[in-house]
């Protein structure tokens, strides 16, 4: 049975991927305005919700667009050739004006949020589409601009409501960003050299990176070993920093309160090293993903999919939000 049209375009517009619009909410939770509600105002965790929503459209529009212009280099893809566009099920036509009902649509919600809301998600559409067309066709540019992305969308979340970011914050976002973007392009290149491809699209000097992913071919696996190398540390240890030197909500420190016989390194400024170890497991837990089972070119995928590190990822929040809200 053919699959009918609302099934093809929400396949194409990749609601799955939209777990990554909630990095939105990062800069709410670490900066202890979570539950704030201004006076006479929306709350803020309502309002970013709602820059979430529009995040949320406007990244579908955009893999649609990138699938309209990636559609012969798709064709010749071990999976994505499987897609709407790519096997003829959905016509660029009807593509084409979702893209413009979405685009539409986060037009018009944007203007109820934040002027310089409307110019982060015109930077971040501007962004892809620069991808879609040029960067990604250039090594090193193409990584840069997908941790870009990343980055973008933690800015969005905080300018749409007004919340200043510290440098160890804003540097651990950069290098989770770039570890991630650079453990898509390990996982691709061991998928693409482990496949049979036709040989009409491959490209020396490796067997299989041709036409489904131009820069792979400049990318040797030294070399990718080396930026993940050098990105995961940097994740770990960025945040490390910014767990330490965080200011807490309560100078005063709620749990030296009830306990009073704990030692002073147990203030609540501290607390947050606690959620060390689970990144420093969830950074190992990837790239043991990465390499042993060759997943990684999906990072949405593989979170939801892969149970430890789901499970960490949920310990990590809890045990954040306990420390920012409960302790102090």
């Not at 540097?171 to 390990?186: C, D, E, N, W």
């Not at 965080?246 to 400024?269: H, K």
Request: net charge positive.
């Amino acid at each position: 049975m053919k699959p009918n049209l609302i099934y093809l375009l929400l396949k194409t517009a990749r609601p799955r991927q939209w777990i990554k619009n909630f990095a939105l909410y990062a800069a709410l939770i670490f900066s202890g305005f979570f539950f704030y509600a201004p006076t006479n105002e929306w709350p803020y965790f309502f309002t970013v919700t709602f820059a979430v929503l529009i995040f949320c459209l406007l990244t579908s529009a955009v893999y649609i667009i990138n699938d309209i212009i990636d559609i012969e280099a798709d064709r010749v893809h071990p999976f994505k050739r499987k897609r709407p566009l790519a096997s003829g099920q959905l016509s660029i036509r009807a593509a084409g004006i979702t893209v413009v009902m979405l685009l539409g649509l986060v037009i018009w919600l944007s203007l109820y949020l934040q002027p310089f809301f409307r110019v982060t998600i015109a930077a971040y559409f501007m962004l892809q589409i620069l991808y879609a067309t040029v960067t990604k066709n250039i090594p090193i540019l193409d990584v840069l601009s997908i941790a870009a992305g990343f980055l973008l969308r933690i800015y969005a979340g905080a300018v749409v409501v007004n919340l200043h970011m510290s440098v160890w914050f804003l540097l651990t976002v950069i290098s989770a960003s770039l570890f991630l973007a650079v453990g898509k392009r390990q996982s691709e290149r061991t998928l693409l050299t482990g496949k049979n491809l036709p040989e009409s699209t491959l490209e020396p000097p490796v067997k299989g990176l041709g036409k489904t992913r131009k820069t792979l071919k400049n990318y040797s696996q030294r070399l990718l070993d080396q930026y993940t190398a050098m990105f995961a540390n940097s994740t770990w240890l960025t945040y490390a920093l910014f767990a330490f030197q965080r200011d807490s909500i309560r100078p005063e420190g709620g749990l030296l309160e009830v306990y009073t016989l704990l030692p002073r390194t147990l203030q609540s400024e501290k607390l947050l090293m606690l959620t060390v170890p689970l990144v420093i497991f969830g950074v190992m837990r990837y790239l043991l993903l990465i390499y042993e089972d060759n997943q990684g070119e999906s990072p949405e995928t593989v979170l939801l999919r892969d149970k430890p590190l789901l499970t960490t990822a949920f310990l990590f929040g809890i045990v954040t939000l306990v420390v920012l809200y409960v302790v102090g």
